[in-house]
Antibody, heavy 119, light 110 residues
Framework: QVQLVQSEAEVKKPGASVKVSCKASGYRFTSYGITWVRQEPGQGLEWMGWISTYNGNTKYAPKLQGRVAMTADTSTSTAYMELRSLRSDDTGVYFC????????????WGQGTLVTVSS | NFILTQPPSVSESPGKTVTIACTGSSGSIASNFVHWYQQRPGSAPTIVIYGDNRRPSGVPDRFSGSIDSSANSASLTISGLKTEDEGDYYCQSYGDRNVVFGGGTRLTVL
């Protein structure tokens, strides 16, 4: 069965970086893109960006451009999201999810990784 | 910027039917697929409708989706409400070639 397993919770200081991993299994990794979505405490879903696991192409949300980087390691079927220059309002749960490149739905989600930014 | 607007909350009694609207700010909502997700507290979202009106396997046929092009909106309808349907519901589509989520609607079944 399709699974996306994310790395454990992180606590970071303002100005630091965080890198969240997302290991996929149960399907051909390069057949679907990986989308990253975050959710601040008590708030809605915010799209962060997307990476093509086929060729490494990326799209990032304009508000995160310059601070976020998404990569994918096809040898281990693992996607990564790195967010730099962390601020307190980056605190939240970060989800990776599988996106169908043709029909665009996000059909399987990771369990989420809590990132806390605090001095 | 393309925005999808949802009502913040809806409530209805068990056994009844509820409809959640998702209105696009510009353009034609019918130009791209609309998908719907359910999120229960403390859990990741799960897809309940994809491609405007298709149900993934395992989602009860009490869930249905539709598009109203004249109103530039999509709707999620849940019939025969059960207490287990409580949670937050998000619509999702594309705008400016990027994924856009609606703000979410909290469904209370009481």
């Amino acid at each position: 069965q399709v699974q996306l397993v994310q790395s454990e919770a992180e606590v970071k200081k303002p100005g630091a970086s965080v890198k969240v991993s997302c290991k996929a299994s149960g399907y051909r990794f390069t057949s679907y893109g990986i989308t990253w979505v975050r959710q601040e405490p008590g708030q809605g879903l915010e799209w962060m960006g997307w990476i093509s696991t086929y060729n490494g192409n990326t799209k990032y949300a304009p508000k995160l451009q310059g601070r976020v980087a998404m990569t994918a390691d096809t040898s281990t079927s693992t996607a990564y999201m790195e967010l730099r220059s962390l601020r307190s309002d980056d605190t939240g749960v970060y989800f990776c999810a599988r996106e169908d490149d043709v029909t665009t739905e996000i059909d399987f989600w990771g369990q989420g990784t809590l990132v806390t930014v605090s001095s | 910027n393309f925005i999808l607007t949802q009502p913040p909350s809806v409530s209805e009694s068990p056994g009844k039917t509820v409809t959640i609207a998702c209105t696009g700010s510009s353009g034609s909502i019918a130009s791209n697929f609309v998908h719907w997700y359910q999120q229960r507290p403390g859990s990741a979202p799960t897809i309940v409708i994809y491609g405007d009106n298709r149900r993934p396997s395992g989602v009860p046929d009490r869930f249905s989706g539709s598009i109203d092009s004249s109103a530039n909106s999509a709707s999620l309808t849940i019939s025969g409400l059960k207490t287990e349907d409580e949670g937050d519901y998000y619509c999702q589509s594309y705008g400016d070639r990027n994924v856009v989520f609606g703000g979410g609607t909290r469904l209370t079944v009481l």
